[in-house]
């Protein structure tokens, strides 16, 4: 059976998360149904990162097998065709080796969080960022950020409910930097992510952007591998995944 690589975007916002859930519906139930309307042989559809509710991609990575060899760029029309009218779409189709997965094949995973920090309320952006009111400190949080990066045990950012089986990973960069029109960007990379975890930490970046923590207390909070000196999970709604390696 030919396999094939899908590059993905889609607004998160409907969806109960990537992942095929029993509570709504999710963005890989969506690619799936329309698989099925291409292809009579059951489909297995598996995605790079497996993003919560309400968190957006740019550049998902997912696979599937189909038993119909496929143009790449009919493929990408047709499923594109057959997801009218819902918020997901097909950037790209690649035939790949019948070894390549999405998800243990990457290398590096990418995201970016979007918070916009002033006082009036969003309005196109609704949905699609954190807005936080009160002036915050980019060089700040982007200095106490350098704390979380390299090799850690990360039991403070981990939601309680992570399936992983160990806390520790290696985060390779962790980025805070003003954008245009009042926004703030974090970009966070690393091979995995532990569940949240990206939420997580910058919900506490956020205590020290405010002013409520120093870059001391986000070290100590790492180092008590303890899910309770979390500062606060940040919404779900300023989340992308943008990017994965392989």
């Not at 029309?77 to 019948?98: C, F, G, Q, S, Y």
């Not at 700040?140 to 160990?166: K, N, Y």
């Given at each position: 059976?030919?396999?094939?690589?899908?590059?993905?975007?889609?607004?998160?916002?409907?969806?109960?998360?990537?992942?095929?859930?029993?509570?709504?519906?999710?963005?890989?139930?969506?690619?799936?149904?329309?698989?099925?309307?291409?292809?009579?042989?059951?489909?297995?559809?598996?995605?790079?990162?497996?993003?919560?509710?309400?968190?957006?991609?740019?550049?998902?990575?997912?696979?599937?097998?189909?038993?119909?060899?496929?143009?790449?760029?009919?493929?990408?029309?047709?499923?594109?065709?057959?997801?009218?009218?819902?918020?997901?779409?097909?950037?790209?189709?690649?035939?790949?080796?019948?070894?390549?997965?999405?998800?243990?094949?990457?290398?590096?995973?990418?995201?970016?969080?979007?918070?916009?920090?002033?006082?009036?309320p969003l309005t196109y952006?609704?949905?699609r960022a954190w807005l936080?009111?009160?002036?915050?400190?980019?060089?700040?949080?982007?200095?106490?950020?350098?704390?979380?990066?390299?090799?850690?045990?990360?039991?403070?950012?981990?939601?309680?409910?992570?399936?992983?089986?160990?806390?520790?990973?290696?985060?390779?960069?962790?980025?805070?930097?003003?954008?245009?029109?009042?926004?703030?960007?974090?970009?966070?990379?690393?091979?995995?992510?532990?569940?949240?975890?990206?939420?997580?930490?910058?919900?506490?970046?956020?205590?020290?952007?405010?002013?409520?923590?120093?870059?001391?207390?986000?070290?100590?909070?790492?180092?008590?591998?303890?899910?309770?000196?979390?500062?606060?999970?940040?919404?779900?709604?300023?989340?992308?995944?943008?990017?994965?390696?392989?």
């Open positions: 059976m030919p396999r094939y690589k899908l590059l993905i975007e889609y607004d998160g916002t409907d969806y109960v998360g990537w992942q095929r859930q029993a509570n709504g519906l999710s963005v890989q139930e969506v690619i799936e149904t329309a698989c099925k309307k291409l292809d009579p042989g059951p489909i297995g559809l598996r995605g790079a990162g497996r993003t919560d509710s309400g968190v957006h991609a740019s550049a998902q990575v997912g696979h599937v097998d189909l038993q119909k060899i496929w143009r790449t760029d009919a493929l990408r029309d047709a499923l594109n065709a057959h997801m009218r009218p819902e918020k997901v779409a097909i950037l790209a189709a690649e035939a790949v080796e019948d070894d390549f997965d999405a998800r243990f094949s990457a290398k590096a995973r990418h995201y970016l969080y979007r918070i916009v920090n002033r006082r009036a952006d609704h949905g936080i009111k009160r002036r915050l400190d980019p060089e700040a949080m982007h200095e106490a950020a350098q704390v979380l990066t390299g090799h850690h045990d990360f039991s403070t950012f981990r939601d309680s409910e992570c399936q992983a089986e160990s806390p520790v990973r290696t985060l390779d960069r962790l980025d805070v930097f003003r954008a245009p029109h009042d926004e703030i960007n974090i970009r966070a990379s690393a091979r995995a992510f532990l569940h949240r975890q990206v939420r997580s930490m910058v919900g506490s970046l956020e205590h020290v952007g405010s002013g409520k923590w120093r870059a001391e207390d986000l070290s100590q909070a790492l180092k008590a591998r303890d899910r309770a000196r979390c500062g606060q999970v940040a919404p779900a709604a300023g989340l992308y995944l943008i990017g994965v390696d392989y």
